[in-house]
């Protein structure tokens, strides 16, 4: 559980944009007086993409965690037991 935290806070940022989201989309359907049920149904719809988009990506991170976990075990390191970097960091 405390892998996935960790995985949720790198991806606040979706998170946040979802949040930005649901307020935004809310307003405009207050304001066009929308039905409540097709802005909640949009606003579902995008919550169902953004975690099969995050559930996605987490075996990916948990297998670079496990690697890199692997080689702060090792007590000799050399760059090439290292996982290949995703980014520049």
């Known amino acids: 559980?405390?892998?996935?935290?960790?995985?949720?806070?790198?991806?606040?940022?979706w998170l946040a944009l979802y949040g930005l989201t649901v307020a935004l989309v809310s307003?405009?359907?207050?304001?066009?007086?929308?039905p409540g049920e097709a802005v909640w149904y949009g606003l579902l719809l995008c919550l169902v993409f953004l975690a099969l988009g995050?559930?996605?990506?987490?075996?990916?991170?948990?297998?670079?965690?496990?690697?890199?976990s692997a080689?702060?075990?090792q007590?000799?390191?050399?760059l090439d037991q290292l996982p290949e970097p995703w980014d520049l960091v």
């Open 1 to 13: 559980m405390k892998l996935f935290g960790s995985f949720l806070r790198k991806h606040c940022a």
């Open 27 to 34: 307003l405009i359907g207050w304001l066009y007086a929308v």
């Open 54 to 68: 995050l559930l996605a990506g987490f075996p990916a991170y948990r297998r670079r965690h496990l690697e890199l």
């Open 71 to 73: 080689a702060l075990g």
């Open 75 to 78: 007590l000799e390191l050399t």
